[in-house]
């Protein structure tokens, strides 16, 4: 029965991998797309290749999601078995997955990374779990604030230098580099959203795996789960977001080259600094989308659509609370068919 439950961990944390790739694509893409930088087809096909690269460069984001956010030894020692952690970790994914859909339906980019973390927090309270509160304090809430300010005002700020440099240059040579500019840039940021969020499958994968004893708790993340994991992120990747595209590239502002070349740089590096330096789960959604807020903001601060900037952040502020009560929900259901 463990094995056949870990199996099925693996079938939906891929799931949760697939929706996390179709939900997130627009935000490597969104900018390059409304700027005309890219075609969305080459946009689509340059971030799902670089997602499954970026997936491959590393396990820390893996480690915390695996190791720092509940502890399943108190469900294997309560049960008695690997039961009941496999059965946090399905209404977590399942709470996670549900809320990717919900946000994406509406067309609001909130964060898998949230939606992820807050599932496993919501499920393991549900079943009485210890939580590493200080590490969700300090790898997730702390980042999750800092993620965003970091990448409005470091967009803005640098924006507003690129602004002044190019200040006596002609505008349709500026925005035709800039566009070219932007091919490396959003293959940059497509890099960071692999690095981040394919980990964060990784991580909960190999807490299955080490559940049910097809690895040690303290090992590296194997192979074949990297491989796993990049690969799905990648296919979801190439299945396309074009309902948070067009929030993402037009509704939160118009955006031009430039602009656009500046948000995803900024963003990308945000990206990287968390991951490697940090070993943060940090959300591309978040960063993405104040990043584009930030360079917005040099035209004048009414160019924001500061409405629909709102909606957004409702969405992020809902995310780890929401998906914790699904996930919540979906234990209790689950609980007595599968323990």
Do not use: C
């Amino acid at each position: 029965m463990e094995i056949a439950l870990a199996v099925f961990v693996v079938i939906l944390a891929l799931s949760f991998d697939f929706t996390n790739g179709f939900h997130d694509a627009a935000n490597a893409i969104a900018t390059s797309v409304s700027t005309r930088a890219l075609t969305p087809r080459t946009a689509l096909a340059l971030a799902a290749l670089l997602n499954f690269v970026g997936a491959m460069l590393g396990t820390a984001v893996a480690s915390t999601i695996a190791n720092d956010i509940v502890h399943l030894e108190d469900a294997t020692q309560t049960s008695g078995s690997g039961h009941l952690a496999l059965v946090v970790i399905i209404a977590a994914l399942i709470g996670a997955i549900t809320w990717n859909l919900i946000t994406w339906w509406f067309g609001l980019p909130s964060s898998s990374t949230h939606a992820l973390i807050g599932g496993l927090v919501g499920a393991g309270i549900a079943a009485g779990v210890g939580v590493y509160w200080d590490h969700v304090a300090g790898k997730v809430v702390v980042p999750m604030i800092v993620s965003p300010l970091i990448g409005f005002f470091g967009a803005y700020i640098i924006m507003v230098g690129v602004l002044w440099l190019l200040r006596k240059a002609a505008p349709n040579k500026v925005n035709r580099r800039f566009r070219i500019a932007q091919t490396a840039s959003a293959a940059a940021l497509a890099l960071g959203h692999g690095l981040q969020d394919a980990q964060k499958t990784m991580g909960v994968i190999f807490m299955a795996a080490y559940t049910v004893g097809w690895a040690d708790k303290g090992d590296i993340i194997p192979l074949w789960i990297k491989i796993a994991a990049a690969a799905a992120i990648s296919a979801g990747t190439a299945a396309g977001g074009g309902r948070i595209m067009r929030t993402l590239g037009r509704k939160i502002i118009e955006v031009d080259p430039p602009r656009g070349f500046v948000a995803e740089s900024v963003s990308a590096l945000v990206l990287y600094v968390m991951a490697m330096g940090m070993h943060a789960p940090v959300s591309t959604t978040h960063t993405v989308t104040t990043a584009i807020m930030g360079v917005g903001a040099t035209k004048r601060l009414s160019a924001v659509r500061w409405g629909m900037a709102k909606n957004i952040v409702m969405a992020w502020v809902l995310t780890l609370p929401a998906a914790a009560l699904v996930s919540a929900i979906f234990y209790f259901i689950l609980s007595p068919i599968l323990t």
